[in-house]
């Protein structure tokens, strides 16, 4: 069974810092993929990257940045130079290849990010 | 702009009726969509897949009878809440995967439902 372990649970900066979300996985298979979506207060989801398992490759877009290690089974988040528009709520999330790259998501928790002025 | 849209965005309903909530893609064909439900400050959980043209196949734990869903057409899915229950109150959101070039998963903007 796959799972997503977001340990960081709520996260409060002030703007201009550097924050990283941690999302840990685990899964039995060697192909899946892997999510982060940004949830504000209104409730939408908002697709920010996928990333596939034989993709290690660090992605940097803008302000935010992807740090993928396979060896620590480990997919986590950074943003620098936060803004009060990045509050929100954040979800890793993991889908397995035999079920199709766009196929049904396993989240985790979620990370309840707060930027004060 | 979004391309899967959800309607109604909130509704209150009284205890025992039913509601209708729908899910469109809106530029592209999902003949796969998803419904999930998400709790107040919690993680979303996957009630179902919805098959276009099929049987949607339903998670372990959901009441395939109190949460019907139909995926009549290519870019429609609708997820109906029947006798609902004030327990029933939650934020329901669907998902479609896109296709090329929007390959990857799109969430609507997700339904509020209060059941009182």
């Known amino acids: 069974a796959q799972k997503v372990t977001q340990a960081q649970t709520e996260i409060s900066v002030v703007e201009k810092e550097d924050v990283t979300l941690d999302c840990v996985y685990e899964t039995r298979d060697t192909t899946y993929y892997l999510f982060w979506y940004k949830q504000p207060p209104s409730g939408e989801l908002v697709f920010l990257i996928r990333?596939?398992?034989?993709?290690?490759q660090n992605e940097i877009s803008g302000r935010y940045s992807w740090n993928f290690q396979k060896s620590t089974s480990s997919f986590n988040f950074t943003i620098t130079a936060s803004q009060v528009v990045d509050s929100a709520v954040y979800f890793c999330?993991?889908?397995?290849?035999?079920?199709?790259?766009?196929?049904?998501?396993?989240f985790g928790k979620g990370i309840t990010l707060s930027v004060r002025p | 702009g979004a391309v899967v849209s959800q309607h109604p965005s909130r509704v209150i309903c009284k205890s025992g009726t039913s509601v209708k909530i729908e899910c469109r893609s809106l530029d592209f064909q999902a003949t796969t969509m998803f419904w999930y439900r998400q709790f107040p400050k919690q993680s979303l959980m996957l009630m179902a897949t919805?098959?276009?043209?099929?049987?949607?196949?339903?998670e372990q734990g959901v009441e395939k009878d109190k949460f019907l869903i139909n995926h009549a057409s290519l870019t429609l899915s609708t997820l109906t809440v029947t006798s609902a229950h004030p327990e029933d109150s939650s934020f329901y959101i669907c998902?479609?995967?896109?296709?090329?070039?929007?390959?990857?998963?799109?969430f609507g903007e997700g339904s509020w439902l209060t059941v009182v």
């Open positions: 998902s479609a995967a896109g296709t090329l070039p929007r390959d990857t998963i799109y």
């Open positions: 990333r596939n398992s034989f993709d290690e």
């Open positions: 999330a993991l889908s397995e290849a035999n079920t199709g790259a766009n196929s049904k998501l396993t």
């Open positions: 919805s098959n276009e043209g099929s049987k949607a196949t339903y």
